[in-house]
T-cell receptor, first 111, second 113 residues
Framework: QKEVEQNSGPLSVPEGAIASLNCTYS??????FFWYRQYSGKSPELIMS??SNGDKEDGRFTAQLNKASQYVSLLIRDSQPSDSATYLC???????????WGAGTKLIIKP | GAVVSQHPSWVICKSGTSVKIECRSL??????MFWYRQFPKQSLMLMAT?????????EQGVEKDKFLINHASLTLSTLTVTSAHPEDSSFYIC?????????FGSGTRLTVV
């Protein structure tokens, strides 16, 4: 069974610090990797997508992918209280375009 | 950017009635639509995948006669919860796949009383 694993948290980070969120996946054939942010009662919104090994930066966010270790992470620099949310890792199954979702990590940024 | 309009955003219905949820892609063609259900403090659970003009593919454990999905056009997909019961109360989310990636609707909070 295809799986995506995340630590459910909560992960508590002081305002201004770096928040590090991690995700592992089981299917070596996975090609696309996504980080979504979900506020309570809202639908997920895309933060980052990454497709090749290495780092991808977008503003305060950096996604890191290591296909050999089947590991993808999201770093949030200069964390703000508004970053407090649940972060969902999703991995694409190329065979049918489905996304396999992790359980999500609840992030709390403390002022 | 790509936008998926989902309606209604919330609905309360009586047990035994049916509820229809619509997802419309506003500025792109959604060849594939995914329907999810999310219970409190849980991740998204895929219910079914629909492709325009063909029957939906349901995930194991999802009753296709209870959750009717119609994807009659490239811009509209609907989910009808038939004979709703309190255990169907949940947050339902659609997601369209396109060249822009995966675009989510804003979700529908269904409460069955």
């Amino acid at each position: 069974q295809k799986e995506v694993e995340q630590n459910s948290g909560p992960l508590s980070v002081p305002e201004g610090a770096i928040a590090s969120l991690n995700c592992t996946y089981s299917d070596r054939g996975s090609q696309s990797f996504f980080w979504y942010r979900q506020y309570s009662g809202k639908s997920p919104e895309l933060i980052m997508s990454i497709y090749s090994n290495g780092d991808k930066e977008d503003g305060r966010f950096t996604a890191q992918l290591n296909k050999a270790s089947q590991y993808v992470s999201l770093l949030i620099r200069d964390s703000q209280p508004s970053d407090s949310a649940t972060y969902l890792c999703a991995v694409n199954l190329p065979s049918n375009y489905q996304l396999i979702w992790g359980a999500g990590t609840k992030l709390i940024i403390k002022p | 950017g790509a936008v998926v309009s989902q309606h209604p955003s919330w609905v309360i219905c009586k047990s035994g009635t049916s509820v229809k949820i619509e997802c419309r892609s506003l500025d792109f063609q959604a060849t594939t639509m995914f329907w999810y259900r999310q219970f409190p403090k849980q991740s998204l659970m895929l219910m079914a995948t629909s492709n325009e003009g063909s029957k939906a593919t349901y995930e194991q454990g999802v009753e296709k006669d209870k959750f009717l999905i119609n994807h009659a056009s490239l811009t509209l997909s609907t989910l009808t919860v038939t004979s709703a019961h309190p255990e169907d109360s949940s947050f339902y989310i659609c997601s369209a796949r396109s060249d822009h990636g995966y675009t989510f609707g804003s979700g529908t909070r269904l409460t069955v009383v």
